[in-house]
T-cell receptor, first 112, second 111 residues
């Protein structure tokens, strides 16, 4: 139990579907992150939120839309994804941005 | 972000052997971290290093923050089958909002 909880753990969706990934942290941290991990590729930072404000967006396609309603919750809204978007999506949090981060267990996404 | 060069890419060893892996960068880092990822799970923090020259242990794991602040090492002594997984180094520079990650070292341990 890392204090960062992701749901669902597994998701299969069609290319025309709209779905969301949810992340909740119970650590009292101020920063939250979305990372993408594809097979045989390094971890890719997608978004960084600090105090509910997006501070980094690493050229992520608009079909991925993050939302941070408060410092404990982070969502990743998914719309019209492509099969190559299939990956493990990892949420993480840290006390502040630029601090040691703690990962959730990940959400496995398969786009068919 | 800054690129971290992690090596070796993979290791296949026998139980009881010691393991050593490292991470280097062309940039100076202020923080070095080592994570382990089991199949199907998120990375778990093993050791955090915040000071050049720092040597920190966590059970059979020992990591060092290089003096030049451009590298870090992780050693695992007397490996056991549950050490299997992917080990990632990560670092933080003066710029940017988040950690930079290496590509990982995949460790396989045979009984």
């Amino acid at each position: 139990e890392t204090g960062v909880t992701q749901t669902p753990r597994h998701l299969v969706m069609g290319m025309t579907n709209k779905k969301s990934l949810k992340c909740e942290q119970h650590l009292g941290h101020n920063a939250m992150y979305w990372y993408k991990q594809s097979a045989k590729k390094p971890l890719e930072l997608m978004f960084v939120y600090s105090l509910e404000e997006r501070v980094e967006n690493n050229s992520v396609p608009s079909r991925f839309s993050p939302e941070c309603p408060n410092s404990s919750h982070l969502f990743l809204h998914l719309h019209t994804l492509q099969p190559e978007d299939s990956a493990l999506y990892l949420c993480a949090s840290s006390q502040d941005s630029r601090d040691t981060i703690y990962f959730g267990e990940g959400s496995w996404l398969t786009v068919v | 972000g800054q690129q971290l060069n992690q090596s070796p890419q993979s290791m296949f060893i026998q139980e009881g052997e010691d393991v050593s892996m490292n991470c280097t960068s062309s940039s100076i880092f202020n923080t070095w971290l080592w994570y382990k990822q089991d199949p199907g799970e998120g990375p778990v923090l093993l050791i955090a290093l915040y000071k050049a020259g720092e040597l920190t242990s966590n059970g059979r794991l020992t990591a060092q923050f290089g003096i030049t602040r451009k590298d870090s090492f992780l050693n695992i002594s007397a490996s056991i089958p549950s050490d299997v997984g992917i080990y990632f180094c990560a670092g933080l520079t003066n710029s940017g909002y988040a950690l930079n990650f290496g590509k990982g070292t995949s460790l396989l341990v045979t009984p």
